[in-house]
Every structure is written in structure tokens, then in C-alpha cells.
């Protein structure tokens, strides 16, 4: 069905155009020999960063290149999804003309990155059952349309989306569908990683901040076709992701042990807190959750959060999102941080 995706007639014209900035390090790529490196100006006196980092993070690429079963050439890192996220508007949509679709509820900086960038959003709710209105969305869509936003697990309903309605959007919408995954080591459903040879218009979203432990360091990692990654590639700043971070991701993302430990337990924590959470009087509803939090409708949602509050627990008051009207996201703590919350709401009246 997308035989003839041309992804040329999606990229901007001065971004076809462009000659991207060539960096000592891109001049110059070192074979591991011994060398003497006098071409980028930096200070020799060695203190572990005194060197410009990898501009292509070649090491950490390697790493999941095997593990997700990829090519490296098929992989984009960032300083963070936001950053990953904005780079595809930049290549991809022409201020004051094209357009993207996002689905709300859903995570806020496609809107902001959609403001940023000068590109018109259009919003089409999620149905009642928090999922895609396809026929809506292909309705929406016109030649100017160049990306599809698709936050699954989705942020802040918690729910991963039917693999029937991507199924469909990946074959009928005309531009690029992507797929945010940074929830997806939470969720039983699999990855849409595994379609990328199959899907030239998809671009699947992933980062280190969630179920990886690792907000502090920003990390995002885009995976899409060559095609797609060498544009992306033409306009990033050249040093994006920095020294200590292409480190400290390479030593967590090899202990995939310790990961998955964490993971169960906050799944295990996940399916505790909405057990009780249901049984609170003023609880309405507790919804599905395939991430590591839980969204919940209360009575009165503005009152509870400053209740929470006043007893040092901050959580995010959802109400002011479209169908999310008097609803609180808890994200799932420790054991002990769990417990505390639970005997603080149990004693609110
Ligand atoms: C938290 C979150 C991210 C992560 O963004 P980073 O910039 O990688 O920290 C991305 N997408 C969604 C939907 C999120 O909730």
C-alpha cells in the first residue's frame, strides 16, 4: 500500500537543500589509532570531558542497534524526546503552511513544539474508550498534513491504543505517524520497532527517562528508515547528546537485569495502588494502565490535589485536559512512597 512513499516530498525545501555543518569529529573519524589531535581547538590536558563527544554516539548506538535488532543507521539519538520530537518538525514541517494531527488527551509538547515551530495543530479527541477516531483523523488530514502524533502507552490516560486503529493509520495517513513509545516497557502490548521494515512513514519514539531511570541525563532515541534518519541527521546540532550521558546510558542500558527489576516491581506496585485506589468512597474511577502511572476520576479533583499537598504528596491534576475532567495521575512510587499515599487518601473525607 505505501510502495510509492516518497519521503522527498515530505522534507522542507531548505532542509533538501542544505549543507549541514561539518565538525572536527565528522573530518576526522578515528580508527582507535593512535593520534595527535590538534584540529578542534579543545584544551589537551586530559580530565575525562576535555574532548568534543561523539557527534554520531557510535558505542551507544552499537549497543542498541543489537539489542532492539535495528540498524545504526536507523537509529537517532537526542538531548531527549523533546529534542528528537522537535527536530522532526524542523525537518519536516514548513512554518506558516504545513500541519500535523495530535490526539488529545495526550502528552503537551507535541502542542508546544507545534506553537514553537509555527505549524498548525489540529486536535482530534480520542473516542469515550480513550482511543483514535480513524476516520476522523484521515478526515482531518489534507496534502499539507505532514505528522501524525501517537502517544501509546498514551500520557495522561495511561492506555495503550488497539494495534487494529495504528494498524490503520499506518496505511491510510499520508505523512509520517509517530509512535511515542516512552512508556512502552510498561505495557504488554509490543513494540511498533518491529514494523519499521514494513512501514516506510513510521518513526518510533523511545527515552531513557521513564522505565531506564534516567530522566536526568536526556536521552531520546528515534528509530525510523535510513531515509528518514539521514534528514533527521542533516539538522541536528552536531554535539546533541554529550560526554557523560552517551556514558552513563552505555553502563544502564547494558544492565537490562537490573532494569527489568525495577520495571516488575513498579508493575507489581502498579496493580497494588489501583486495588485500593478502588476502594476509596470518593474515587469514581481507576482507568487501565499500560505505563507507570494511574489515572483515577475523583469527586473533586482541585480539592484533593491540595489536600495531597498539604500532606506532602504532589501528583498531576489532569482536569483541565479534554474527557479528563476531575482526574488526578498518580505515578507509581516505591513501596514506602505507595503506602504513604494510600493511608493519606484513606483518611480523606
Ligand atoms: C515523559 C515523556 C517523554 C519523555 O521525554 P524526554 O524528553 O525523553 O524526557 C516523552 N513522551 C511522553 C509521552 C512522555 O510522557
Not at 519514539?205 to 539521514?230: F, W
Not at 553502563?251 to 527489576?261: C, N, P, T, V, Y
Not at 483515577?296 to 491534576?317: F, M, S, T, W
Request: net charge negative; hydrophobic share 35%; with cysteine.
Amino acid at each position: 500500500m505505501k510502495s510509492n512513499f516518497n519521503i522527498a516530498t515530505l522534507v522542507r525545501e531548505s532542509v533538501k537543500n542544505l549543507k549541514p555543518y561539518s565538525s572536527a569529529r565528522d573530518e576526522y573519524i578515528s580508527d582507535g589509532s593512535k593520534m595527535v589531535f590538534l584540529d578542534a581547538n579543545e584544551n589537551p590536558f586530559e580530565n575525562g570531558v576535555n574532548r568534543y563527544p561523539d557527534p554520531y554516539q557510535r558505542n551507544l548506538k552499537a549497543i542498541l542497534s543489537e539489542q532492539k535488532g535495528v540498524s545504526e543507521q536507523s537509529i537517532l539519538l537526542g538531548n531527549g524526546s523533546d529534542e528528537v520530537l522537535d527536530l522532526i518538525f524542523r525537518a519536516f514541517c514548513e512554518p506558516n503552511q504545513d500541519n500535523v494531527i495530535t490526539l488529545p488527551p495526550t502528552y503537551g509538547m507535541y502542542k508546544v513544539l507545534a506553537g514553537i515551530n509555527a505549524v498548525e495543530n489540529r486536535e482530534v479527541l480520542l473516542t469515550a474508550d480513550f482511543e483514535p477516531d480513524v476516520p476522523e483523523i484521515l478526515a482531518v488530514a489534507d496534502e499539507n498534513t505532514k505528522l501524525l502524533f501517537i502517544c501509546s502507552p498514551n500520557n495522561p490516560t495511561g492506555n495503550a491504543f488497539s494495534d487494529e486503529h495504528i494498524k490503520q493509520l499506518l496505511e491510510s495517513f499520508r505523512g509520517l505517524v509517530v509512535i511515542d513509545e516512552a512508556y512502552i516497557d510498561f505495557s504488554q502490548k509490543k513494540s511498533w520497532l518491529n514494523n519499521l521494515k514494513d512501514c516506510p512513514n513510521l518513526v518510533v519514539t523511545q527515552t531513557l527517562s521513564k522505565a531506564y531511570g534516567m530522566a536526568g541525563i536526556r536521552l531520546g532515541i528515534c528509530y525510523a528508515s535510513e531515509e528518514i534518519i539521514t534528514v533527521l541527521n542533516k539538522i541536528k546540532p552536531p554535539y546533541n547528546v554529550n560526554q557523560l550521558t552517551q556514558q552513563q546510558a552505555m553502563g544502564r542500558i547494558l544492565d537490562q537485569k537490573a532494569i527489568q527489576q525495577e520495571v516488575s516491581q513498579i508493575l507489581k506496585e502498579r496493580g497494588a495502588l489501583q486495588q485500593e485506589l478502588g476502594d476509596l468512597e470518593f474515587v469514581k474511577e481507576v482507568y487501565p494502565s499500560d505505563s507507570n502511572f494511574v489515572l483515577v476520576k475523583v469527586d473533586h479533583a482541585d480539592k484533593r490535589y491540595q489536600e495531597l499537598i498539604n500532606k506532602g504528596v504532589v501528583v498531576r491534576n489532569r482536569s483541565n485536559q479534554p474527557l479528563c475532567g476531575n482526574t488526578l495521575r498518580f505515578t507509581v512510587g516505591t513501596p514506602k512512597e505507595n503506602k504513604k499515599l494510600i493511608a493519606i487518601l484513606k483518611q480523606m473525607k
